[in-house]
């Protein structure tokens, strides 16, 4: 198992500074912004030189509403490399022998748990929030999980958002697990954003040990992935590979290369730096589970491509040939996909603003949006 790193410092800068409710929407500002400023620096790639072959694993939540044994088996026929399971109500998703029994049938490992702390999920074991944790942390301990995966609080959460930088500080050093904070995005209320998490939905400048970003949740909230994996350092733990287009309210979750944020980039500085984390595919597939395998082999290339490992050995060029990690056809994903290259991060060039694959079904993280979220009355 891991160890958890020691904290650099004892403050949280902003866990105790008063915030406002909401602010003006700026988020799709921003994204423009950012993406302008790519594109008029001519949105270099950098050369690979990658240092470690860093794992690519699958999110459950990219199956969905297909079950946790579907995600064990498509991963272990396309050859991903292990699995992160969204803690939920099904009952195998939470109960360590049946992870462990899939884990050992499909040879593939459990890199991460995702603890229960979406909104659709506050029912799961009952109402109070730190036991969502902590049982999700001890089913890591117990199965030998490096890393949990955890939302920031809901401000409405009360002394377990004001206690929460604290808290996952104590629960990380009591068990031994890393509890990567995940960076989320403000609601939208038309003209204005509702700043619904404490100590901020951007846990890059809290003082966590351990941090998880997820690309379609920087897009909607308008940030910028490559400044925060640079301003995160070894503090970057997890990366959640998806892509967003910023120009909705929407966390769209799409494949890599089907919206605009840096996601080639992003896997290449991490190789190039020898990051030490994993990366898991956490994307929205369509509802034909023929469109789903193929979309996921895409994503899988993808990721692989740009990380490298076609340059560490022959095992990417086997897969190809032997049809185990293909490209998509056209209709599957948005086109056809002839070369790696073609599988753009989305401001190359490759993507055009025609729709993308028929997003019949969202994971849970998109699920975790919407009307009844923007209904929900803050104190």
């Known amino acids: 198992m891991t160890p958890r790193r020691d904290r650099q410092s004892t403050s949280a800068p902003r866990s105790g500074a008063r915030k406002p409710l ?22 270099p790639r950098s050369e690979q030189h990658p240092q470690r072959r860093i794992p690519v694993g699958l999110s459950t939540s990219s199956v969905f509403p297909a079950g946790v ?8 026929l396309i050859g991903y490399d292990g699995i992160e399971v969204m803690v939920s109500y099904p009952k195998d998703s939470q109960d360590p022998e049946i992870l462990r029994e899939y884990s050992e049938r499909y040879d593939q490992p459990i890199l991460s748990l995702h603890a229960p702390t979406l909104f659709f999920l506050q029912g799961l074991w009952g109402r109070d929030a730190w036991v969502k944790v902590e049982r999700t942390v001890q089913i890591a301990q117990e199965l030998g999980v490096p890393t949990v995966v955890a939302h920031p609080p809901f401000r409405w959460q009360g002394s377990y958002a004001r206690g929460f930088v604290d808290g996952v500080a104590a629960l990380e050093k009591k068990y031994g697990v890393a509890i990567a904070v995940e960076n989320m995005y403000p609601w939208r ?14 846990p890059t400048d809290e003082d966590y040990s351990h941090v998880t970003v997820d690309l379609s949740h920087a897009a909607t909230a308008g940030d910028d992935a490559l400044e925060m994996i640079d301003r995160l350092g070894d503090r970057l733990t997890h990366l959640h590979l998806a892509d967003g287009s910023g120009r909705t309210t929407k966390d769209e979750h799409l494949p890599p290369g089907e919206g605009n944020q840096p996601c080639a980039e992003v896997l290449r500085r991490l190789s190039n730096r020898g990051w030490q984390g994993s990366v898991l595919l956490e994307v929205s597939t369509s509802g034909s589970a023929e469109t789903r395998e193929q979309t996921l082999r895409q994503c899988l290339l993808f990721a692989r ?23 998509v056809d056209a209709g599957d994903a948005g ?3 002839d070369d790696v290259d073609d599988v753009d991060d989305g401001a190359g060039g490759t993507v055009s603003d025609a729709p993308g694959p028929d997003q019949t079904s969202v994971s849970p993280e998109s699920r975790d949006q919407g009307p009844a979220d923007a209904d929900r009355p803050a104190p």
Not at 22 to 43: I, V
Not at 69 to 76: C, G, N, P, S
Not at 305 to 327: E, T
């Open 69 to 76: 044994e579907e995600a064990f088996r498509l991963a272990d």
């Open 22 to 43: 909401t602010r003006p929407n700026r988020a799709q500002r921003t994204s423009r912004e950012t993406l302008s400023r790519r594109l008029s620096a001519g949105d």
């Open 305 to 327: 491509h740009h990380l490298g490992h076609h340059l560490d050995d022959d095992d990417l060029g086997a897969d190809l040939d032997s049809g185990r990690v293909d490209s």
């Open 189 to 202: 209320l038309g003209v204005r954003e509702l700043l619904n998490y404490l100590p901020d939905h951007d």
């Open 335 to 337: 086109g056809p996909v």
